[in-house]
């Protein structure tokens, strides 16, 4: 069965630093993928997504992912986290069905 | 773009009420979906309908949960009666595209918080 799986439940940085947040997933084929953020009491928010062709993909707010088909992963990326990125990251996405994870938690620490 | 407008942005009730909670999706989008979100069971898919037609309602929970959408404007979820695990914030999303909800990014509504005592 297709899955999407996050494995950090909550990750903890310091502002500046740098972060990335893991999502694998399990389909035969290319899947389509998505990144959403959602901040205390709002909706999701797409920051991008991926369907094929170019595997680095740059969304909204400084945010990158990588598609890796050899390692099955879709993993979310910025350079220097700032305050504000603080909130619930989503991975979803599915060859045909959409799959939600479960979300990491972001702190950011000042 | 008005965006997704979900109404009431708060509901409390009692339980063995019925409960209707409303969406307005994007104008154009063609695809609109319900979702369930709470702390246990994170964010569920209980339905979605494309071009105003309800194509995967394997989601809902129970035959107490019903949705409709009479128009590309408009669509209901309802629960008759409510009860206390009801509880969670429900979201609308839309999309615009006809290869299934896994294709297309979608855009969410702000979410109804959803209370039953």
């Known amino acids: 069965a297709q899955s999407v799986t996050q494995p950090d439940i909550h990750i903890t940085v310091s502002e500046g630093a740098s972060l990335e947040l893991r999502c694998n997933y399990s389909?035969?084929?290319?899947?389509?993928l998505f990144w959403y953020v959602q901040s205390p009491g709002q909706g999701l928010q797409l920051l991008l997504k991926?369907?094929?062709?170019?595997?680095l993909v740059q969304g909204i707010k400084g945010f990158e992912a990588e598609f890796k088909r050899s390692q099955s992963s879709f993993n979310l990326r910025k350079p220097s986290v700032h305050w504000s990125d603080a909130a619930e990251y989503f991975c979803?996405?599915?060859?045909?069905?959409?799959?939600f994870g479960t979300g990491t938690q972001l702190k950011v620490e000042l | 773009d008005a965006g997704v407008i979900q109404s009431p942005r708060h509901e409390v009730t009692e339980m063995g009420q019925e409960v209707t909670l409303r969406c307005k999706p994007i104008?154009?989008?063609?695809?609109l979906f319900w979702y369930r979100q709470t702390m246990m069971r994170g964010l569920e898919l209980l339905i979605y309908?494309?071009?105003?037609?309800?194509?995967?309602d394997s989601g809902m929970p129970e035959d107490r949960f019903s949705a409709k959408m009479p128009n590309a404007s408009f669509s209901t979820l309802k629960i008759q009666p409510s009860e206390p695990r009801d509880s969670a914030v429900y979201f609308c999303?839309?999309?615009?595209?006809?290869?299934?909800?896994?294709?297309?990014?979608?855009?969410f509504g702000p979410g109804t918080r959803l209370t039953v005592t």
């Open positions: 309908f494309n071009n105003n037609v309800p194509i995967d």
């Open positions: 999303a839309s999309s615009q595209g006809n290869r299934g909800p896994h294709s297309y990014e979608q855009y």
């Open positions: 104008s154009g989008h063609n695809s």
């Open positions: 389909y035969g084929a290319t899947p389509y």
């Open positions: 979803t996405g599915g060859g045909n069905k959409l799959t």
């Open positions: 991926y369907f094929s062709g170019d595997t």
